[in-house]
T-cell receptor
Framework: ETGVTQTPRHLVMGMTNKKSLKCEQH?????MYWYKQSAKKPLELMFV???????ENNSVPSRFSPECPNSSHLFLHLHTLQPEDSALYLC???????????????FGEGSRLTVL | AQSVTQLDSHVSVSEGTPVLLRCNYS??????LFWYVQHPNKGLQLLLK??????LVKGINGFEAEFKKSETSFHLTKPSAHMSDAAEYFC???????????FGKGTKLSVKP
């Protein structure tokens, strides 16, 4: 048990569907992250939330919409996705250090998304 | 600027033989360095981390890494590979944009019986 829980573990959706990925951390951390992991590509940082405020958006298309209602929960809302968005989406959390460094990341097991 | 390079995309060893996964970093100051492991269809798990204390860092499952500033390296080693070590390994350095971590491209470790 990593302390970071992601649901659902697997999701299949059509290009016109709307779905959401959920992440919850039980570690008392103050920062949460979404990463995308595609086959044959490096891990891509998508979004960073620090104390519920979005501090990083790495040029992610607007069909991905994050939401962080509190320091323990993070969502990724998905709509009108493309087949190339199929990937493993990983959530992570950390205790953000003074000076703003991320610190050690704790990852969930990921949500495997397939877009048909 | 900070960066990290994993020198091998794929390493294959026989069970019981030593493991060496190579990582070089670039940093304008003393960084924090991490190794993470990812088994198939799982999230990433921290193996070990260096944060400017002892240069030889011991991690879980018998892995260790040595921080060598003169060589800007942080190679991961294990004396004897087990079948369960087959996974992808990521070398990570601190100090990216907004203080975020920078991940290497990963090294896939295969272990032959």
């Amino acid at each position: 048990e990593t302390g970071v829980t992601q649901t659902p573990r697997h999701l299949v959706m059509g290009m016109t569907n709307k779905k959401s990925l959920k992440c919850e951390q039980h570690l008392g951390h103050n920062a949460m992250y979404w990463y995308k992991q595609s086959a044959k590509k490096p891990l891509e940082l998508m979004f960073v939330y620090n104390f519920k405020e979005q501090t990083e958006n790495n040029s992610v298309p607007s069909r991905f919409s994050p939401e962080c209602p509190n320091s323990s929960h993070l969502f990724l809302h998905l709509h009108t996705l493309q087949p190339e968005d199929s990937a493993l989406y990983l959530c992570a959390s950390s205790l953000r250090l003074a000076g703003g460094n991320a610190g050690e990341l704790f990852f969930g097991e990921g949500s495997r998304l397939t877009v048909l | 600027a900070q960066s990290v390079t994993q020198l091998d995309s794929h390493v294959s060893v026989s069970e019981g033989t030593p493991v060496l996964l190579r990582c070089n970093y670039s940093s304008s100051y003393s960084p924090s360095l991490f190794w993470y492991v990812q088994h198939p269809n799982k999230g990433l798990q921290l193996l070990l981390k260096y944060t400017s204390a002892a240069t030889l860092v011991k991690g879980i499952n018998g892995f260790e890494a040595e921080f060598k500033k003169s060589e800007t390296s942080f190679h991961l080693t294990k004396p004897s590979a087990h079948m369960s070590d087959a996974a992808e390994y990521f070398c990570v350095v601190s100090g990216g944009s907004q203080g975020n971590l920078i991940f290497g491209k990963g090294t896939k470790l295969s272990v032959k019986p």
